[in-house]
C-alpha cells in the first residue's frame, strides 16, 4: 500500500421497511359492500313500474316519528310501523296513503277558482264609486279552510253602530254586492264575527262581547241573503268576542272589529258536518284497553328472500 493514496470507505444506509396496516382494506371492502348494495337497489327497482317506484318514493318521505305515531301522513296499519303493505315494492298500504292525501289536500283548481272569485269581488268594488272607498277595509287570504275575506272597521267608518248590530249603510251596499259573486261558486260558507276588548258596564253577566260578535255575523248573513246569496250555502255564523286578535295589534286597536267570510274549502266542509273521532272509529276506545297488534314479519322475510336471490345465496326452504 503507497503512502499517498487514501483509503476508500463505503457507507451503506439500511433502509428499514415499515407495515402500513390494513385499513385501506377496510374502506375499499365498506365501499364495494356499499356499491352491491345500491346495485341491488337499483336492480329491484328496475322491476317496477312507475306507480310501484311512486310508492316507494312517498313511503321515504314519510318521517319516521310520524309514521311510528300514525300521524298526518301516514296510513293506519297493523304493523309495528303504519303504512306498510305486503310487498315492500309493491304496497297497498302506500298506495292507499297516497290517495288519502290526494283526496284532503285541495287541488289546484279550487284554489284557481277562489282566485278567480277574489278577483271579480274586487273588481265590482271598484266599479262602484260608493263602494270603492271601502277597498281598504277588504282583505283577502288564502288559508289551510278555505279563501278568508275580512272586513275590517276604522274610527272613521265603522261597519256597525257602537256597540250593536245595526248595519251601517254603505256595509249593507258591500255585502249585497258581494251575495250574487258567492253564488257562482258550490262552495259553503262561515261567517265569523270579531269584536275589539271594549268591555260592556254588566261584562260577562250580561250583554258582552260574545253575544255582540254573534249578533253581528248574524246580521251579516241577514244582509247577505237578502242581497240573493242562496241560504243553503251557509254553514256556520259565529261570535269570537275578542279572542282572535289580528297579529302585531293590541287586542283594542279597531280593527280587530271585524266580520270574517270564508268560502270554504270541500273537503273542509265535510268534516265540519260529518265530525270524526281521532281513532277514525264510530265510538272512542277507552284509555289503557286499547289493543297491541302483533308485527307482520312476512314483509322483510319477502324482501330478505328476494335479496338472496338475487345474491344466488338461497337456502332450500321447508
Not at 433502509?15 to 365501499?31: T, Y
Not at 321515504?60 to 296510513?75: K, M, N, Q, V, Y
Not at 296513503?97 to 277562489?114: C, G, H, M
Request: avoid cysteine; charge should be positive.
Amino acid at each position: 500500500m503507497t503512502p499517498n493514496r487514501r483509503p476508500i470507505i463505503i457507507r451503506r444506509k439500511k433502509v428499514i421497511h415499515r407495515h402500513h396496516g390494513g385499513s385501506w382494506k377496510i374502506a375499499l371492502a365498506d365501499f364495494m359492500t356499499a356499491l352491491m348494495a345500491l346495485f341491488l337497489v337499483m336492480w329491484i327497482l328496475s322491476q317496477a313500474d312507475q306507480q310501484q317506484r311512486e310508492a316507494v318514493s312517498e313511503y321515504f318521505r314519510t318521517p319516521l316519528l310520524t309514521a311510528i305515531t300514525g300521524g298526518e301522513g301516514s296510513a293506519q296499519s297493523a304493523n309495528v310501523i303504519p303504512g306498510g303493505g305486503p310487498d315492500p315494492v309493491h304496497s297497498d298500504g302506500e298506495r292507499a296513503r297516497i290517495d288519502l292525501r290526494t283526496q284532503t289536500r285541495p287541488s289546484e283548481q279550487q284554489r284557481r277558482a277562489f282566485r278567480d272569485l277574489q278577483q271579480r269581488i274586487e273588481t265590482a268594488i271598484d266599479a262602484d264609486p260608493d263602494l270603492r272607498q271601502l277597498r281598504q277595509q277588504l282583505r283577502f287570504d288564502m288559508t289551510p279552510e278555505g279563501l278568508r275575506i275580512q272586513l275590517f272597521d276604522t274610527e272613521q267608518r265603522p261597519m256597525f253602530a257602537l256597540g250593536s248590530d245595526r248595519v251601517a249603510p254603505y256595509m249593507r251596499d258591500l255585502l249585497r254586492t258581494m251575495a250574487p259573486l258567492l253564488n257562482e261558486l258550490p262552495n259553503d260558507l262561515s261567517i265569523g264575527g270579531h269584536t275589539d276588548n271594549l268591555a260592556y258596564l254588566n261584562g260577562y253577566r250580561g250583554y258582552s262581547n260574545w253575544e255582540l260578535s254573534s249578533d253581528r255575523a248574524n246580521a251579516s248573513r241577514r244582509e247577505l241573503v237578502s242581497g240573493g246569496l242562496n241560504p243553503a250555502k251557509l254553514l256556520r255564523v259565529s261570535g269570537f268576542a275578542d279572542r282572535v286578535v289580528m297579529p302585531e295589534t293590541e287586542a283594542s286597536d279597531p280593527i280587530n272589529r271585524r266580520i270574517e267570510l270564508l268560502v270554504l274549502f270541500r273537503q273542509v266542509a265535510e268534516r265540519i258536518r260529518s265530525p270524526g273521532l281521532l281513532n277514525g272509529a264510530g265510538t272512542p276506545s277507552p284509555i289503557g284497553h286499547q289493543s297491541i297488534q302483533p308485527v307482520d314479519t312476512a314483509p322483510m322475510e319477502r324482501f330478505t328472500r328476494s335479496l338472496q336471490q338475487a345474491l344466488g345465496t338461497e337456502q332450500p326452504g321447508p
